[in-house]
């Protein structure tokens, strides 16, 4: 396994791999790897066959936390995440710095972005204003450096997935994003670097997000069409049973277009985002 750690270095790797006529899959993460990571990167393998090449990038990416957040707590354990990785054969792992990525400060150094300007706005968009613009720009510099045929993200993050997905159409990137399932704990709670976080009783609150996505599938099951206002009275409840649980958003909306419904029927996807004790949780699934 070849670890990059300069700009340079993948490019190289990746035009060389490319000359060659291998196929290229990326599976962009923040690290401190788990289970859901690698089924990524197992869904890269596949798409790319035995003789192409799996890059795991592992970045956590300032320009998508806000001041108030966990940037600089985010959990980091690099030698733990190559390990896994080699355990899976992934043929590269692209591990830049900040001054790789983002180089000067920010007047006279880095100095543009890309920005998706409608799937952005809301849910995830609308209660971390700058998050998605940094993410599509580290995704595109990714692109750009990886230089990969296909590029593999989680449901777990479905806005995410939407606003890659259309920046890669508008902006023509000539690859293909492949979206693979979210992967739980044993008692359904979605898994997430962030659940480090979450001590003593706040692990066990935690599974409160998958109650509030299997409520919401019973009463759509039982009714057929159930408002989406009411809905979410009734998530809000649920949620705030657990004494340090507390609800951001919840939405009702078309998985295609992500526009809200405001009646919601199967078919409808659901996502919300809890606050756990100080740490933000989300989920999302169809109904
Ligand atoms: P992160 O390291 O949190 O930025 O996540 C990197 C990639 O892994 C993103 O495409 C996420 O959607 C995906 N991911 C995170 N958690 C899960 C999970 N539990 N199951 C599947 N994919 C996941």
Known sequence: MQIASTIAAMQRLARKWRRAGAAIGLVPTMGYLHQGHLSLVRVARKSVGKHG???VSIYVNPAQFAPTEDFSKYPRDLKRDLRLLRGEGVDAVFAPADAEMYPGDVAAGFSTYVAEENLSKIMEGASRPAHFRGVTTVVAKLFNIAQPDVAVFGQK??????????????????????????????????????NKYLEGGLRRQAVVLRRALDAARSAVKKSKKVSASALKADVKKLIETEPDARLDYVEFFDPETLMPVAGVSAGAQMALAVFVGKTRLIDNQQL
């Open 53 to 55: 090449k799996v890059v």
């Open 157 to 194: 993050d479905f806005q995410q997935a939407a606003v890659i997905q259309r920046m890669v159409r508008d902006l023509n990137f000539p690859l293909r994003v492949v979206v693979a399932p979210t992967v739980r704990e044993a008692d359904g709670l979605a898994m997430s670097s962030r």
